[in-house]
């Protein structure tokens, strides 16, 4: 039989090829059935090898496995023909010290327009990880970076399971996209990448959403978005993260994107309201993909009422109710959080004044406000108390909307609280707080009567 060690499932209609060790052209063909099983008869006297054919071998990145069978005598033979597990893989190509929360992943980076692959690309996948330093929480960004070999495969060894990670591959001055990568409870991954190498003089600036600055280029998106029952949906926002222009959907639901850099990219839809639709797509040059998105309205939660009992209200959540009441900022709680948005939490900050947001090539966006002068600046931020060393990452790659609790918006530095000012610092402040932060307190308007 043959079987796949990483699915752990038979491997059906696979093909089988049985042929003499001194001579390949003497042998026989078969094929596996739903149960993985198969049979050749009439073999003689002598050594035999097996191998098999499968697109689950191509998508793998694996050779055909070989295996050798003497025949000496007449009767059955048995042999099991093996896909090898993912555990096997990874530590053939990480070696022993690839540990149970990490992942080995695999891929090539071909050329857009030829399909052919590409030889010494740079593929990094990096993901932040959160410290505690003076008093603060820092970030530290973690990367894994790898060079394609002479056949344009790459391996990224010690890449953390079950999350998800950014990754981008690059020849010199060509790059794909940034794209979010998942990496699943799985040992070995596979993942690859697609370079547009034509684009050279044809990459200009070109503004995007909220001002962004991305790359223009040939490839070309065509979509429809429409709401679950099918029926059109018009003025949705479609882009490709980093890249094209920002257009909207027509009155039939339709949008069409012509200037995006080709290769392996993000395609994005949103609306007010309504969840953000994210895909990862391979746009070649000069070839319009067709999608269709359907986009559903964001999730609403019941109000909170909150009961105190015989216990004093936590410090954080005294001292965030005394800055509501004097009124100098925006302030949300987890309801009318989950009302503008379900998904980002710079979402629920459209519409504030004093506020702008930023796109970003990778997942969420950055937050702009009014510094002194009139200018504008990125808004420092705070989580749970704690000022972030935000760096090139976004607040909505950390938490979601559901673990916070209430969000303080300081548009200008001459509102900050004095607990949150930094003499460094001309700009606004935005402070974020989850349900950790404030001991499992439901956070309420101060002004409200109920308890």
């Known amino acids: 039989m043959v079987f796949d060690s990483v699915s752990k499932a038979p491997l059906a209609n696979a093909a089988i090829r049985v042929f003499r060790s001194d001579n390949a052209g003497d042998g026989v063909d078969a094929r ?18 097996l191998s098999f054919l499968h697109p689950r071998l191509d998508s793998l990145r694996l050779e055909p ?7 000496v005598e007449a009767g059955d033979i048995d042999v099991t023909l093996a896909v090898p597990s993912g555990a096997s893989l990874a530590r053939a190509l990480c070696g022993a010290t690839l540990d149970d929360s990490t992942a080995v992943v695999v891929g090539d980076v071909r050329d857009a327009a ?19 330093a003076k008093k603060a929480m820092a970030r530290e960004d973690v990367a894994r970076v790898s060079r394609t070999d002479s056949t344009g495969q790459f391996v990224l060894c010690r890449v953390p399971q079950g999350t998800t990670v950014t990754a981008l591959a690059y020849v010199g001055a060509d790059t794909t996209g940034v794209i979010e990568l998942t990496v699943p409870t799985a040992d070995y991954v596979v993942a690859d990448f697609v370079i547009d190498r034509t684009v050279g003089g044809l990459v200009s600036p070109v503004a995007g959403a909220s001002g962004a600055t991305g790359k223009r280029g040939r490839g070309a998106v065509r979509g429809v978005v429409t709401t679950p029952d099918g029926k059109p949906f018009p003025n949705a926002v479609a882009r490709v993260l980093g890249s094209g222009s920002s257009v909207r959907s027509d009155s039939a639901g339709v949008f ?6 080709a290769g392996t990219q993000t395609v994005e839809i949103r609306a007010v309201g309504f969840e953000p639709q994210r895909r990862s797509v391979v746009l070649r040059p000069g070839d319009a993909l067709d999608l269709a998105f359907t986009i559903t309205k964001s999730s609403v939660l019941l109000d909170t009422i909150r009961v105190i009992a015989g216990r004093k209200l936590p410090p954080e959540v005294v001292r965030l109710e005394q800055r509501w009441r004097r009124g100098f900022g925006v302030f949300m709680d987890a309801t009318t959080i989950r009302e503008r948005t379900s998904t980002r939490i710079t979402s629920a900050l459209w519409g504030i004044p004093g506020v702008r947001l930023g796109t970003r090539s990778g997942a969420g966006n950055s937050v702009w406000m009014r510094g002194v002068g009139g200018g504008e600046c990125a808004a420092p931020v705070f989580l749970d108390g704690f000022p972030l060393d935000m760096g090139d990452i976004s607040i909505d790659e950390l938490v979601s909307p559901l673990e916070v609790v209430a969000v303080e918006v300081y548009a200008r530095s001459a509102n900050v609280p004095a607990e949150f000012m930094n003499p460094f610092n001309s700009c606004g402040v935005l402070l974020v707080w989850t349900r950790l932060g404030v001991g499992n307190v439901p956070v309420i308007d101060p002004r409200r009567s109920r308890r």
């Open 32 to 49: 596996t059935d739903s149960t993985g099983a198969f049979s050749v008869s009439g073999l003689r006297a002598g050594t035999w090898l």
């Open 256 to 261: 069409r994107v012509i200037d995006a850099v």
């Open 114 to 132: 030829a399909r052919w692959p590409l030889v010494g690309a740079t593929v990094r996948v990096t993901w932040p990880e959160w410290v505690f």
């Open 65 to 71: 496995p070989l295996a050798r069978v003497d025949v």
